[in-house]
């Protein structure tokens, strides 16, 4: 694409535009009517929404949402009413607006996104190379993964793109650096923080290539490069390597880089190869030392993988012949399985979670993944020393349930479930006996105390143990077991 040309003194004169004309989330709701639904960036609802586009908060709507075209697209007399004329002139001369015609059209988009704005360019199939893209599921995967404590600690995010991100973060306190290997990515990255009034040390260069030697963070995150097997096309989507060998080295290299707190929080695609899982190769890149915790939340085979996204990319010429190198080049390497998921990574000696499809997930995710693996210690500490003192009790949000299921075209049975409502939605059917000591676990009273009557001390403790494995049961510190 063009290289941009952004002066730095554009961000605050469009930021006061975007202020004096209303472009902000209540201004948008108001004018679309679309009050409690979230706004549209597509041009597919553009010819329901032109005709309420008027006045000066419209012409923005149709400038930089829906980025009309044609006589649809803001005359140049309707921008320069909206935007001002010096404005106009400088926002064309850096690249982010175009004249056609006596018409301004704008090649990027510009977005409410968590009370900011955030430039990118534009969603769609015909993608140039430096392409940067919005905040999409995977980015808003990684944003769910964001721990409990944000505010004063030392953040990096790799590959940050829009720095969509990185400013959310920023908002909540957080010390940033970014990177990204695309000087467009960077470019508006820089834009964006300044719209904001936010402050990004933004970094040139390749994963932790580009770091300050002995510099540690207390978070790390990635959208890892998601398309394994394509042609290195576009820089914020193939990682140019073979296989899983980006997000492998990635993984690898991390424990060097964060504090004795920190830990790795990205989104990842990752093999499973004929001669091993796909779980036991991402374990084997845990650095020593370090414990993870892995979210599939996809899986497809090679075939349907690759079919998947030529669908998607648009790809559509010479399909047969993409499809065939893009298939053999994946079983060259073994490749029997294409997983995509969610990894975090942090000091301990816990090993490798590993955690199937989910119904969904939220925003709580981070704070409930750290608990989890903290459970998980705190049970392996009990069991080092005397586990039947443990105290252990329900993880917040998970629901006990009792109903009939249906089996072989038939009632059969009562059905007990347990589901978590928080981080991960997820059910799990246990045995009745099992949930009659689930519901006596309090916090207060020992595993064995709330299996009295119902369970062996043998057989609770083993069942308790998968529970907490399985990220169920919350498991109490010392201290918080005393007070």
Known sequence: MPPLAIHSHIAPALAAAARRVGYDEAGLARLLGLEGEPVPVSRLTAPSLTPRCTGGLGTWVRLFLLRSTGRTAPTAREAERALGGSLLAELVAAGLLERRAGRITSPVQLVVDDGGLLMSDPGGVRCASDHVMA????????????PAEVAGRRF?????GSGGLALRWARRGARLTATDVN???LALAG???????????LVEGDRFAPLVP???????????PFVIGAPHRLLFRDPGEPGDDFVASLVRGVGQHLSASG??????AWLDLVEAEGASRVASWLPDGHEGWLH????????RYVESWLAESGERGAYAARCRAWTGTLRSLGATRVHTGLLVVRPGGGGLTMVPSAEGIDASLGAVVDRWLDAKAQWTHHAHHDVRHARVSPVEGLRISQGWCAAAGAWDGPETVLETTRGLSRRLQVDARVMAVVSRLDGRRTVVEAAEGVLSPEDAMTQVAALVEAGLLDVSTREEAVG
Not at 135 to 146: E, M, N, Q
Not at 156 to 160: A, H, I, K, V
Not at 191 to 201: D, I, P, V, Y
């Open 296 to 303: 599939v939340r996809r899986s497809h085979s090679v075939d």
């Open 156 to 160: 990096l995010e790799l590959g940050t």
């Open 191 to 201: 834009l964006n923080a300044a719209l904001s009034g936010l402050t990004l040390e």
């Open 263 to 268: 830990s790795l929080r990205i989104a990842l």
């Open 183 to 185: 000087p467009r990515a």
């Open 135 to 146: 905040l999409g599921p995977s980015s808003l995967d990684v944003w769910a993964l964001t």
């Open 214 to 224: 002995g510099e540690r963070y207390d978070g790390i995150f990635m959208n890892a």
